[in-house]
């Protein structure tokens, strides 16, 4: 077993605690095992939580109002892989969350749920298969469950079909191989300007991403060609 | 001083048809685990059919030919699912190596492809000693556009396990009945009209093999951890009718001691440390056939070195957050929470 820990989110070597802190995901209140120099601490529920009950687990309980602060602490957790379906769903929860803290809509609890149940019908690689990017799908949910748009809507579907059409617009200009990380950023940076378009939603902040963390871990990083990589 | 650098020559036959392909494995696992050098293994057997990889004792062969001839059946890996006959006119080429060590050698490489060509050119350059107008391509080699050979490649990162089957002296007639897709296959016999020494084509191999890779054949046996690996192999999988019919095989790393995959996960929490505590204390006096490997979630897929061996139920363990989990051998025995000692004590005994 390794003899020194590093933060998942800092990636500084940890230390052995034994107060009570904190966990920088979930916000629980626990003894602590190790903790970073930054005060860093990773609850034990949330250490060995699933890729949804993080993700819910997390926007339930998050008062961030910017979108892409939680998206990137959600994303350098080991639950969410360097590609997966769950960045379906935690592009839809992320935005949620951040619509409930800002108080321009009544979300409660079982939107999380509604939003994770829908997400995962999105198929892996949807992307290139379907040629619907489940991070844009994910927009385009967090919409339907803020309007209620249901396909007997009107105005409500249009306007989840059209966030998803433009933040697809925007995933594709970025060319492949897929990239499920930089697909949630560029999601997550127009579905911010969408609902500040259609809604008047006024995003506090929008941390810029640039340069993605995740550059030096993903093995297939489209480097250069990607509007993050620097 | 010769600058010749040695490979092993393995002439080693085991009677039992399926001890043969045990063998092939065993020789391709000490390759990979740095044990022993890149090996040829030059051996004839009696007459079977190989299911390579996925190939289907159903869909690809007819089983009652097969059993109204007396063919045996045996499954061996391979990366392609194909069916191969072999009987004691054939010659099995097989080659364990490293692929690294042929770098210089090929040219304008094109992954893969270039190592079975160059294999291949290797036999060619040796049969064109007996004035056999043969040749070679990434797909076999080939006696006027009529194929001798098959192939079941297997690889392992930078180790390919490249295991040929030559039709020399092969009666093909009774392939032709088993197998359901025909292809043309024919024996270097039947195009020459005469019946060609083993024992010649033996030598020409192994000299076209020295050439073509500057290397030094050394005679050698398998070693004593071989032989263990061998019959450990043959009674887990290649006498079971699981692997040879079904295609299951039971999951062994490197040279098939006894696997416990824990996986945990980061930094591990108090039930995890728990775990690990307790699988290293039970397995404390098992350190000889036991091989425990701790997993933690999100730290990738080379915590354990370069060449990572991963059970697939430890890939869906990951995929489905099951933390803490043991795998033993590739089953999943416990997850969820921390098992009795005995029943953990258990369970790694009955997996020896």
Sequence with gaps: MEDVFYCIICNKPMQRSSKIIKCSFCGKKEKADYVCPDGHYVCEDCRIAPPDKLV?????????????????????????????????????????????NIGKFEIDDSAFEKAVSRGKRILLGSCGLWGVCGAAAGVGIAVSIVTGATWTSDKERSLSMYAVSEVLDKIASIGGPRCCKASTFAA???????FEREFGVQFPTLENPRPCYFRTLNNECLRDKCPYFR | MSTFKTWRLLEHVSPDFRMN?????????????????????????????????????KDDINYEVCQKHHVEVVRANSVIPKVVYHDAGSLNVTFAINVKSLENIIKDHKPILSEY?????????????????????????????????????????????????????????????????????????????????????????????????????????????????????????????????????????????????????YPPTSMCRKLIELVNDVVSDLQDEVSVMIWMRGRGVYQHGPYPEISPVLSRAHKQSIIPAVIINGELKFSGSIPLREDLRKAILNAL
Aim: hydrophobic share 40%.
């Design chain 2, 117 to 265: 060509q160059i294999l291949n050119e290797s036999i060619v350059k040796g049969l064109q000693k007996l004035d056999v107008n043969v040749k070679a391509n990434h797909d076999g080699i080939y006696i006027a556009d009529k194929r001798i050979s098959d192939s079941l490649p297997v690889w392992f990162y930078d180790y390919l396990l490249f295991q040929l089957t030559l039709h020399i002296n092969t009666d093909l007639s009774i392939y032709e009945q088993i197998i359901k897709t025909k292809e043309h296959l024919t024996s270097l016999s039947h195009e020459l009209r005469e019946k060609i020494a083993m024992d010649d084509v033996k030598e020409a191999i192994v000299q076209g093999v020295e050439e073509t890779f500057d290397v030094k054949l050394e005679k050698q046996n398998l070693t004593e951890d071989e032989q263990k690996l061998a019959e450990k192999l043959f009674r887990v999988k290649y006498s079971l009718n699981e692997w040879n019919i079904n295609g299951h095989e039971p999951f062994l790393i490197g040279m098939g001691k006894t696997t416990v995959e824990v996986f945990v996960a």
């Design chain 1, 56 to 100: 819910t687990k997390v926007c339930k309980a998050t008062e961030e109002k910017d979108p892409m602060k939680i998206a990137i602490l959600l994303m350098k957790h080991p639950a969410i892989q360097m590609y997966g379906p769950e960045h379906h769903y935690l592009v839809s929860c992320v935005l949620l969350a951040v619509l409930k």
């Design chain 2, 21 to 57: 392909w045990a063998i092939n494995e065993t020789i391709f696992r000490s390759r990979r685990t740095n044990l022993t050098l890149d090996t040829l293994r030059l051996w004839q057997g009696l007459k079977s059919i190989i299911l390579g990889g996925s190939a289907s004792y």
């Design chain 1, 188 to 194: 997550i940076e127009k579905a911010v300007k969408f």
